[in-house]
């Protein structure tokens, strides 16, 4: 049945993937109507989100963010599909690091780096970074029920020289790398609500007491990895930008928690300024600290 979903799927993906920007985003815009005005996705757990977390916008600017924040989910999962047959040269036109060289001197210090991400903007299209870079560029990322579906997806990012790693997979790796003396880039987006058995830590996010991820910074200390930020803007659309803001390059110098800490602030800054780019449809507030 899954090889099934898979082959009626994939030639209904591939041609959407190919269709020029301007059909392909009239496309995005139909789709918005469905899921905004008729299927109706989530729109209590999205309106929720954004009167908890941003209750100094009047209910008109919320309503008004959460139809952009629509339109901009269906651009961004089309994207997604886009990038089965997107050419890296229009892929670099339209996804630009501002500050390339941040990384580069990690290289050249000799020192491994965990990028952390958010569901911002276009975090699938951060994937291009690692066509720039010399360090193995690893994303940790839970696999895909569908088997055929999670190896269209690894066959998707090999094209830029990324590699996909299992959460659970992800301290061995790590640490084969640190014996081997292998240079990389470990990429995650911590910035959602942790399963229960996996909570060690809660704090402020958004002005809401709530379980956070630390995986990052435990892994940071543990290997002596740097740890870095991506703050990714959407500059047109179809078109972003991302800048590099480093967090700690010694992460064993700082606090238990205060990398973690650092980060969340980073994601509430972009946030803040432009709320209709992230990902509100998630619970992420469902397990609020009273």
């Known amino acids: 049945m899954q090889f099934l979903v898979y082959i ?8 959407i993937s ?17 899921v905004y005005h008729i299927i109706r996705y989530r729109r209590k757990v999205v309106s929720e989100n954004l009167a908890l977390t941003l209750p100094h916008l009047s209910k008109e600017e919320r309503k008004k963010t959460e139809r952009k924040f629509y339109q901009h989910m269906c651009d961004m999962f089309l994207e997604m599909i886009k990038t089965m047959s997107i050419t890296p040269e229009e892929m670099e036109k339209r996804f630009k690091i501002t500050n390339i060289e941040v990384l580069r001197s990690y290289e050249d210090k000799g020192k491994s780096v965990v990028l952390v991400a958010s569901h911002y903007a276009s975090w699938e299209w951060l994937l291009t970074i690692n066509k720039r870079i010399k360090f193995r560029g690893i994303g940790v990322y839970k696999k895909i029920a569908n ?7 690894r066959k998707i990012r090999s094209k830029y020289d990324a590699e996909l790693v299992e959460t659970r997979k ?6 084969q790398n640190q014996r081997d003396g292998i240079l990389s880039l470990y990429g995650l987006a911590s910035d959602q609500s942790p399963k229960l058995d996996r909570i060690f830590h809660s704090m402020k996010f958004m002005g809401i007491e709530v379980p956070v991820h630390t995986g990052a910074e435990m892994l940071a200390k543990k290997y002596d990895l740097s740890v870095i930020f991506v703050k990714v803007q959407k500059v047109g659309r179809g078109y972003y930008e991302a800048t590099i803001v480093p967090i700690a390059d010694d992460p064993k110098e700082y606090e238990n928690f205060e990398i973690t800490e650092k980060y969340l602030r980073e994601v509430e800054k972009q946030i803040y300024e432009a709320p209709e780019y992230y990902l509100w449809t998630h619970k992420r ?6």
Not at 170 to 175: E, K
């Open 170 to 175: 992800t301290i061995p790796l790590m640490a």
């Open 8 to 15: 009626l799927a994939y030639p209904l993906l591939w041609l």
């Open 18 to 34: 190919i269709l020029p920007f301007r059909i392909f985003y009239w496309l995005s815009d139909c789709i918005y109507f469905m």
């Open 285 to 290: 507030w469902k397990h609020k600290v009273e």
């Open 147 to 153: 088997p055929y579906f999670d190896k269209l997806i």
